[in-house]
């Protein structure tokens, strides 16, 4: 089964509305990392946050990590139209050294 | 500047033929990730190799697939005597350094008839 696990898979919201997708994981990790990834092409990092940290900031997204309950969220704040796109999360597991293990994604759409 | 590059972006192949998809890591990175991807999935980790040597294949099914990445030149990522369920779109990711962010390609989307 997925290690990650991203939830909902599937979001739709308005232009200026806030976008949060959530992200449950099984293992001990080293860190989790977000992803964009637009129709077709490849996959953009987005952040990236270690063990040790809680939350982390990049302009309008917001990542926390809770560890005691495996799970992280990925907070888009006043969307834009342009950020329609699925998101994966990946979990670095420890015992797997480097090996990324990605969940299905959620899918955001923005309207205008 | 140029990111990580891979060719083709799309490949056809028949069942039984071989497919050879490459990938150049981005300038500077000495380390390699190959992922696939279907259709409503995430990615699935297949390899990771550094320059001349496969660190970690738990992902790589053990027949007809093999991975390199030799002293110069790209990444390469063979099948032999492809399958349908072979049809797929297969990443490459490169990173400066291990638990480095990855820089991800456009894929090849590989197509078996």
């Known amino acids: 089964s997925q290690q990650g696990e991203e939830d909902p898979q599937a979001l739709s919201i308005q232009e200026g509305e806030n976008a949060t997708m959530n992200c449950s994981y099984k293992t001990s990790i080293n860190n989790l990392q977000w992803y964009r990834q637009n129709s077709g092409r490849g996959l953009v990092h987005l952040i990236l946050i270690r063990s040790n940290e809680r939350e982390k900031h990049s302009g309008r997204l917001r990542v926390t990590l809770d560890t005691s309950k495996k799970s992280s969220s990925l907070l888009i704040t006043a969307s834009r139209a342009a950020d329609t796109a699925s998101y994966f999360c990946?979990?670095?597991?420890?015992?797997?050294?480097?090996?990324?293990?990605f969940g299905k994604g959620t899918t955001l759409s923005v309207s205008s | 500047n140029a990111g990580v590059m891979q060719n083709p972006r799309h490949l056809v192949r028949r069942r039984g033929q071989e497919a050879r998809l490459r990938c150049s890591p981005m300038?500077?990175?000495?380390?390699v990730y190959w992922y696939r991807q279907l259709p409503e999935e995430g990615l699935k980790f297949m390899v990771y190799l550094q320059k001349e040597n496969i660190i970690d294949e738990s992902g790589m099914p053990k027949e007809r697939f093999s991975a390199e990445f030799p002293k110069e030149g790209p990444s390469i990522l063979r099948i032999q005597q492809v399958v349908r369920g072979d049809s797929a779109a297969y990443f490459c990711?490169?990173?400066?350094?291990?638990?480095?962010?990855?820089?991800f390609g456009d894929g090849t989307r590989l197509s078996i008839l």
């Open positions: 990711a490169s990173s400066p350094g291990r638990d480095q962010p990855q820089h």
């Open positions: 300038k500077g990175h000495s380390h």
């Open positions: 990946a979990t670095a597991p420890r015992e797997a050294g480097t090996a990324l293990i």
